[in-house]
């Protein structure tokens, strides 16, 4: 058996090494490293993949959220509402803006934000929501987007985490997760499902206006060349790490098939244990057949019950099999996010999830006999404990 790997970058680069070293090798003979043809090139199959009006590249996730935020006018004070159950990119571009961050529960099942959670949380000073697509699924929208448009609020969707979702809407019609919304950011860092090998990132809107802003901000506030419109920050994507995406994008529902695939195979393992809740979806089937395509599984994460979960960290790690707890720690628990208006009554599904997940090797290079061994050990360790 190979070993297992966490994410297998290199097994993935060997299947495409022949598309991506000339589409490199292109750019180095061009020397068009910034704002070259293949950022183009790359922004326009995005926005066709996805469907939406506009797509702009950036340096990194992190900034494309930020970035969304300035390029809506969001003023220090506004209140912006996102879930406790995340990665801190998403609280600490908030907090860097001088907004206020409002840290709300998420669903025991999704692990997405709870919506009746955000309608408690609504006050006059809430300007924004920010819905997590966490670990590939998307977020409730039609309600997010129902209870936005009720309140006047905008809605900046955190894609990170699932790129090529699509989200089934209640009247049947599929969209993709990241053009929702007002504003979607996502990131391109090499573990996500499309990954570059480096830094990048990119914010999506449907919004002509809202587009010109960010193209602006990302660019040193600059549409003319040292004429500053707008504050701005420099944030581009290179044209390597475009070469990269744009040869990686062809494969992308590819990989999320092949995710797809891992995660059936994970649950026909896990099903009916006791102590086992395996990862569930939106529809019908629970985001685990070869034909849905509601979650894209960035993540492969278990919810266990009655199980010493550190020290099956402990043995897997004993075995050889690499695992991670995400997340161990609250955002409202974090020193830098902490709040004397938070309520430990209010976070009762994220401060049990930090204690009982944990998400197991997920990849599009996993092979059966990989899965197995996964598996069987850790329902050995927890049938024996």
Sequence with gaps: MKKIQMVDLQGQYAKIKAIVDPSIEEVMNSAAFINGPKVHRFQKNLEDYLDVKH????????????IAMMGLGLKPGDEVITADFTFAATVEVI?????????????????NIDVNAIKKAITPKTKAIVPVHLFGLPAEMDEIMALAKAHNLYVIEDNAQAIGANYTHKDGRKTKAGVIGDVASTSFFPSKNLGCYGDGGAIFTNNDDLAHTIRGIVNHGM??????DVVGVNSRLDSIQAAVLDAKLPHLDDYNKARRSAAKKYN????????????SGLD?????????????FHQYTLNLKNVDRDALVAHLQEKQIPCGVY?????????AYTDDRYNEADFTVTNQLVKSVISLPMHTELDNEQIDFITSTVLNFINAN
Excluded at 284 to 296: L, M
Excluded at 327 to 335: D, E, R, S, V
């Design 284 to 296: 019908v089937c629970n985001g685990i057949c070869d034909t849905c395509d509601c979650h894209v």
């Design 268 to 279: 026909e393992a896990f099903k009916d244990h006791p102590n086992i809740t395996v990862p």
């Design 327 to 335: 997340y161990p720690i609250p955002l409202h628990k974090q020193k």
């Design 223 to 228: 549409y003319k060349r040292y004429h500053h």
């Design 55 to 66: 797509v702009i590249p950036c340096a990194n996730g992190t900034d494309a959220l930020q």
């Design 95 to 111: 907090a860097l803006l001088q907004l206020t961050p409002v840290l709300v529960d998420v669903d025991p099942v999704t692990f």
